[in-house]
């Protein structure tokens, strides 16, 4: 047993681990991640609802579509590179995974900025409630991308 156990330690869990045990480590987490984030948006819902009303209500529904797109663009870019990062990184190739790095996080800042200077609706009077949410997702977005790039930048 304990040669078994030995064998097993630097390896991927992923290629000798049942099913079933597979499920219960990595998509049961995954579900009651999406669950806590759907019940954040119901609440913060209900909250706006009773803090400003009606028109809060309005205006984070026009902004919520808007910034889940940008997040799937920045997960889409962040995943692809990170992916490629590691293949690069697996093959022996640095200098391949410092480009990709660099790529990734390239686009992110640039396809940040854009969306920072000319997201939809910014000159259309009808769309200036959702502004102030624009901003504060904003900061938090370029607070996550700084914390992302310290990150990158101390591999």
Not at 19 to 36: C, E, F, N, T
Not at 77 to 92: D, Q
Request: glycine fraction near 10%; hydrophobic fraction near 50%.
């Amino acid at each position: 047993m304990s040669q078994a156990i030995s064998r097993q330690e630097g390896r991927n869990p992923l290629g000798y681990e049942k099913i079933p045990v597979l499920l219960r480590r990595y998509a049961i987490p995954s579900i009651i991640a999406m669950v806590v984030s759907s019940l954040y948006n119901i609440v913060d819902q209900i909250f706006i609802g009773q803090g400003v009303g009606y028109l809060g209500n309005a205006a984070t529904n026009v902004a919520y579509p808007l910034t889940t797109i940008c997040l799937s663009i920045a997960l889409l870019i962040g995943i692809g590179g990170a992916s490629r990062f590691s293949l690069s990184l697996g093959a022996g190739d640095e200098e391949a995974a410092e480009r990709a790095a660099g790529t990734a996080v390239t686009m992110l800042a640039v396809g940040g900025v854009l969306y920072a200077v000319k997201w939809p609706g910014r000159n259309n009077p009808r769309f200036g409630c959702h502004e102030i949410f624009h901003v504060f997702i904003l900061l938090g977005s370029l607070c996550h991308f700084f914390l992302m790039y310290q990150v990158i930048a101390h591999l």
